[in-house]
């Protein structure tokens, strides 16, 4: 038996408590369901990360770009073939829906995906390149915004992950605000802090 603890009480606690103060016990069982709670499941918890980028490359205009990884039972079962931990279990599903466990995202997929956060829903192609000049200063080309996906997450939805965030800095129903430090740059901002970790 493995306990997942958190690092704080967090008291009740909704979406934007959850993100302002990073209470991992909240998306663990968003997503892997706790008790009479059923959770979202790996297979719906897979798809809305692919809704935002992850696991896919990005097109970025720059080469080598690789894509991450997201985890599933079939992956696994795969994986360690023949072992006692060929199958997927509910501590997968929790590992997953806090970033961590088998997981490994570029953090090119990340900022990707909290930027359409940011402008209201929409995914577009990372650009390092705005223009194209030749040696007299002139634009040969332009190279406009490409979209590659939107319309995939409700806006309602969308306004209460921007206010959670929103929150994490501010502090403001979320006495244990894991982003507080940012309000010392003077320029209202949102945030969600993450641990990292290694993976082989």
Known sequence: ???????????????????????????????????DQSGLGVTRLKKYLGLFGWQELTGVDLPGETAGFVPDPDWKKEKFFGTQDQNWGDGDTYNLAIGQGFIGITPLEVANAYAAIANGGILYRPQAVKNIINKNKEIIEEKKPQIIRQNFIDPQNLAVVREGMRHGVNGVGAPLASALTLNQLGIPMAAKTGTAQVRK
Request: aromatic share 14%.
């Open 1 to 35: 038996i493995y306990t997942f603890n958190d690092n704080h009480a967090h008291g009740i606690t909704d979406m934007r408590k959850a993100l302002a103060e990073s209470c991992n016990v909240y998306f663990q069982t968003i997503a892997g369901g706790y008790g």
